[in-house]
C-alpha cells in the first residue's frame, strides 16, 4: 500500500511541477523517452509473464475467439455510430 501512495505522490509533484512550468522542455523530451522505455519494458514482462502461464496459453485458442469477435463488434459498433451522427449532425453543419 504505501508504494502505491509514493507512486501516487510522485505523479502529483510531476503534474504540479509541469503545471508550473518548471520542468525545463530539455528534460521533458528526456522524461517522454524514459516513458517509452519503461513503457516498452513494462509490455515485455508483462508479455513473458503471460507467456509463462500454462493456464493463459490452454486457453489461447478461446480468449483469441473472443478478441476477435470484441474487436470485429467493436469497430462494427463505432462504424454505425459515426454513421448515424454523421447523419444527423453532418447535415445541419453542410446547410451553413
Not at 522542455?25 to 523517452?33: G, Q
Not at 513503457?39 to 515485455?44: G, I, K, P, S
Given at each position: 500500500m504505501s508504494s502505491i501512495l509514493l507512486y501516487l505522490g510522485l505523479l502529483i509533484v510531476g503534474g504540479?511541477?509541469?503545471y508550473k512550468?518548471?520542468?525545463h522542455?530539455?528534460?521533458?523530451?528526456?522524461?517522454?523517452?524514459l516513458q517509452l522505455a519503461c513503457?516498452?519494458?513494462?509490455?515485455?514482462v508483462m508479455g513473458m509473464r503471460i507467456?509463462?502461464?500454462d493456464?493463459?496459453?490452454?486457453?489461447?485458442a478461446q480468449i483469441g475467439l473472443h478478441a476477435v469477435l470484441y474487436a470485429i463488434f467493436?469497430?462494427?459498433g463505432s462504424v454505425f455510430m459515426v454513421h448515424i451522427l454523421l447523419?444527423?449532425?453532418g447535415k445541419r453543419k453542410e446547410a451553413n
Open positions: 504540479f511541477l509541469s512550468g518548471w520542468i522542455k530539455n528534460l521533458s523530451a528526456k522524461i517522454d523517452k513503457l516498452f519494458a513494462l509490455l515485455f507467456g509463462m502461464n493456464r493463459v496459453l490452454e486457453a489461447f467493436t469497430v462494427a447523419k444527423f449532425f
